[in-house]
């Protein structure tokens, strides 16, 4: 099945990218390599993630130690989000003790 990035999911990924890229070329290449292994995979076995919850139809395949959250579709298969496992998603607001709500 085909698989597409959505456009939060390509920014992570160009953002990773550019991040390892200052640790060496081959960091960066291999970042680029996993997921691109991650999304064939996906794309060969669309139900291999388990579904997240309470979310009704995400699924979320962990290449440690990233998360590639997707949705299959009737004619693809959408990769809504990725994201390091230490990472929480970006739209998460910390309150003055800190906590993440």
Do not use: W
Not at 81 to 101: C, I, N, T, W, Y
């Amino acid at each position: 099945m085909k698989v597409r990035f959505s456009q939060e999911a390509i920014r992570y990924v160009e953002r990773e990218r550019y991040y390892l890229a200052q640790f060496g070329r081959r960091t960066a290449v291999a970042f680029s390599d996993q997921i691109k292994k991650a999304a064939r995979l996906i794309g060969d076995h669309p139900h291999v993630g388990v579904v997240v919850a309470p979310a009704e139809n995400v699924r979320r395949f962990v290449s440690a130690p990233y998360h590639l959250d997707y949705v299959v579709q009737a004619d693809r298969i959408m990769i809504i989000s990725v994201m390091h496992g230490r990472q929480g998603p970006a739209d998460l607001e910390k309150d003055d003790d800190d906590a993440f709500e």
